[in-house]
């Protein structure tokens, strides 16, 4: 079995504060596959952050490690740190650009800090704005740009020591809807064209469910699970996990409505059909029953419907019967629910 390219053993973080010791992140344990989009999801404050800073030591770990291409960073030297950290680029929400330098500049700088010659690492700055589609904005300084051309520049200078592993903290989180959805298109290009691993940090789902292969999400300095973006959408096993897909208010109503009283619910799982297949309302027509729908999570992800809705049954026992075995009979999955299990 391949090595994996980042592996997370054990690791925790405690930050020491007038007020005792506050502990970040506990019993961390993650693999990261080379070439992959993995994503950290939390909620505020659940250690995600600290999570990326620790992967390249830029904070320390108070105990476990983190092993880089099957080297562990704790063993190694300052030195030897250092350089590894040129083959982790990072990518951060308020983009850090240097106010002082052009564009060119800006993402020369990791170049001179590495000691490449100054024409060797503007001819490396010119080829990565054309990548990234700004070689025509080499001049202007980052207050002349927009929010998604300096994140541009910051994705640039990051790919400039041409490293292996890019980290993203967030780095849509200050950007409007349009320009996240250019910005992850990018990523996604950079990771497809040049084989870079992406892990992308944040606190919004559709960042992950449109851009990641896997997801880890952590919930009170824990990860709480870890899977293909697939399976969790559509079957979270944690409560954190449905509570981020589907979002607090739903999953509270959700529970209340199919903990009543009212007849039985059931949890429809759309894992993969054509996204314009009208399964509910094909289903009413041919039970002639009606259902309640509680609440859908659902998203079109490249034409298939991917996600759940719960709904609840007919309060008659024949219209009940119908509805199950018109689900059978187009085989889409489904399962009994009650109150704590949403």
């Known amino acids: 079995m391949e090595t994996p390219i980042i592996r997370i053993q054990n690791l925790g973080k405690e930050f020491k504060t007038a007020n005792g010791p506050v502990r970040a992140l506990q019993n961390i344990n993650l693999e990261v596959s080379a070439g992959e989009i993995f994503g950290i999801i939390g909620l505020s404050g659940a250690g995600k952050s600290t999570l990326v800073r620790c992967i390249n030591y830029l904070e320390v770990p108070t105990e476990g ?3 880089f291409e099957g080297k562990s960073m704790a063993a190694m030297s300052d030195h030897e740190r250092r350089r590894t950290r ?19 500049r800006n993402v020369c700088f990791p170049l001179e800090l590495a000691g490449v010659p100054k024409k060797e690492a503007r001819e490396r700055a010119m080829e990565l704005l054309k990548t990234v589609g700004l070689e025509d904005r080499a001049q202007a300084y980052p207050a002349q740009l927009s929010g998604g051309q300096k994140q541009r520049v910051a994705i640039a200078r990051a790919l400039a020591t041409r490293p292996k592993v890019i980290l993203c903290d967030e780095a849509t989180s200050a950007l409007d809807p349009n320009t996240t959805k250019q910005i992850l298109e990018l990523l996604k290009d950079i990771n497809r064209k040049l084989g870079v691993t992406i892990i ?3 606190h919004e789902m559709a960042v992950i469910e449109a851009i990641c292969d896997r997801v880890a999400i952590i919930d009170q300095s824990r990860i709480a699970e ?3 973006v697939s399976e969790i959408f559509l079957n979270p096993r944690s409560a954190i996990g449905r509570k981020l897909i589907m979002g607090e208010a739903a999953a509270q109503a959700a529970g209340t409505a199919v903990s009543g009283e009212s007849g039985r619910s059931i949890r429809i799982i759309f894992d993969g059909r054509e996204s314009a297949e009208p399964v509910i309302s094909n289903m009413v027509l041919a039970c002639r029953a009606p259902v309640n729908i509680m609440y859908a999570a659902t998203r079109d992800i490249q034409g298939k419907a991917m996600g759940q809705m719960v709904v609840q049954l007919p309060p008659d026992r024949e219209g009940a019967r119908r509805v199950i075995e018109y689900l ?11 109150g704590d299990e949403v």
């Open 200 to 202: 992308v940090i944040t």
């Open 226 to 228: 870890v899977g293909a």
């Open 328 to 338: 059978e009979s187009i085989r889409v999955p489904y399962e009994e629910v009650n």
């Open 86 to 104: 040129q083959s982790m680029g990072m990518i951060f929400q308020q983009f850090n650009l240097l106010a002082q330098r052009n564009v060119i």
């Open 65 to 67: 490690d983190v092993l």
